[in-house]
């Protein structure tokens, strides 16, 4: 069961000294040509996200930094993070894959832009900038993690399939109800591929540009 802290009307104390201050953006020295990065750093023993923000000049041709491809979700319930010492709330499928990566996929906590965060959703100027570079942030990311939600044990043989070094494309291209019920070989992998493409992720329209764009995609899953 989560035991995640959730938005409340009231702050939370979250240490002797009372409760942290709510998270104020600071303006990008230019949000043209600047980003914002976030750096994963713990999971606390309540479970609360611990997290660095960081400003980053973007240079097209640099690589050095990581995007998230996900799906928003539903805007209730949201869950209180910790960002800079300070209390920023996400929603619970951006939650869950903070809570994914900094306990199975470490390598997916480090210099990563997640566009929920790391724009300034209440400066419309801002948005409206860093909106319209977005094809830029996802083409130059080292990697794109395209996280598609928490672990199904109904995906396991799709993801089996999908990691064989030389597999065969044709199960994973081929998710059709109109497969021949003959595909006896195949037949437990289509069934699992259909339930991982029913996720909320792959009806998003703006993955179609984030994963073309990306050079580097790789699947997760809690």
Not at 19 to 39: D, H, K, T, V
Not at 190 to 217: C, G, K, P, T
Request: charged share 20%.
């Amino acid at each position: 069961m989560k035991s995640w802290e959730l938005l409340c009307d009231e702050p939370q104390p979250t240490n002797d000294s009372g409760p942290l201050p709510e998270f104020a953006y600071e303006p990008l020295a230019s949000p043209q040509g600047c980003i914002r990065l976030i750096n994963i750093l713990e999971v606390s023993t309540d479970g609360t996200i611990i997290c660095a923000m960081k400003e980053k000049q973007f240079n097209l041709n640099s690589g050095s930094y990581n995007a998230l491809s996900y799906c928003w979700g539903p805007s209730r319930p949201q869950y209180r993070i910790i960002v800079n010492d300070k209390v920023l709330y996400v929603r619970e499928n951006l939650r869950d894959f903070m809570y994914a990566a900094r306990t199975a996929h470490e390598d997916a906590c480090h210099d990563i832009w997640i566009d929920a965060i790391c724009i300034n959703q209440s400066d419309l100027a801002e948005r409206a900038i860093q909106v319209g570079q977005m094809h830029h942030i996802f083409s130059n990311a080292r990697i794109v993690y395209a996280w598609i939600g928490n672990w199904d044990m109904r995906f396991s043989s799709a993801f089996q399939k999908l990691e064989e070094p030389n597999a065969d494309s044709e199960p994973a291209l081929s998710f059709s109800p109109h497969l021949p019920r003959t595909c006896n070989k195949y037949s437990s992998v289509h069934i699992s591929m259909r339930h991982l493409f029913a996720r909320d992720y792959w009806s998003r329209m703006w993955i179609v540009q984030e994963n073309i764009l990306a050079s580097n995609i790789r699947l997760l899953c809690g």
